[in-house]
């Protein structure tokens, strides 16, 4: 790993604004951590447009802005950046093993895992084009470029309910799109929206393409049932179908939920010794870039005061090859 130490105190896993915020405390804390961030390195931000809810920033900046800049300020203070994926994690013991695609593996005393969670799409070859143009999978993040717009929402379940509800605050009309004959979501939640005058359900239909050139100006719906199409005119599509968290690899290695999150109990330690957890790996609820950010300040401080706790110590020796 060339100018990659192969050992270290702490290691971060992933490169969002959890990871990204971790290794800046933790380089300020003159851990110097090697931060392995991934490819492509970023996060969900790098496919955000503008982002106009990062405080300190009342202009709005770009996803892959913000994430550089944060990239550069954990940098200017000792952090280490590997451009490349964990391929196998070693938590039975210490130190702690990493393994990487192409630059070996790194030893170190204590990990943070920030490998976030991705949205699940639709898988349409129409979705991917307007992703940012119109489709989004956060209203909290995105509802507001929507005002005065009909907009549609995918999904039955809780979240998809939640999502149409705060669009009402912007949008003209919501639409809940689901494919079976009734919701999943919570009683609670299902009357809420059938009883909010600015919400219309319609089941037994999927979305089968989004129509527009540049931006989103409807969607094609097919009817579950009889096989029958229309077209539902909106100005945007929010898809609520669920996320997945990046825990793959660390399966056996860490105790997740049913859901796949990691968990975490005592502010953000993991079931495995010096392994700490931050950001959207962890957190199925709130899922911003801020909460992202809290999140891996405080595994942060979490893993510098597990640290002190050892007995003081050099970084761990490289694992035998």
Known sequence: MDGVPRSTRLAIVGSGPAGLTAALYAAR????????AGVPAGGQLLITTDVENFPGFPEAVAGPELIERMRRQAE???ATFVDDNVTRVDFAGRPLGLTTGTHGTVAADAVIVATGATARWLGLPSEQRLVGRGISACATCDGFFFKGRPLAVVGGG???MEEALFLTKFATQVTIVHRRDRLRASPI???RARRHP???VRLNAEVTEVLGG???TGVRLRDTATGVTSELEVGGLFVAIGHAPATDIFRGALELDPGGYVVVREGTRTSAPGVFAAGDV??????QAVTAAGDGCMAAIDAERWLDEQAPRAPAPPLAK
């Open 29 to 36: 804390a003159e851990l110097a951590p090697v931060v392995v």
């Open 76 to 78: 200017r203070f000792g």
């Open 158 to 160: 809780d979240t998809a």
């Open 189 to 191: 939640m299902q009357e």
């Open 198 to 200: 600015k919400i219309a």
């Open 214 to 216: 540049d931006a989103v």
């Open 282 to 287: 962890r957190d199925r609820r709130y899922r």
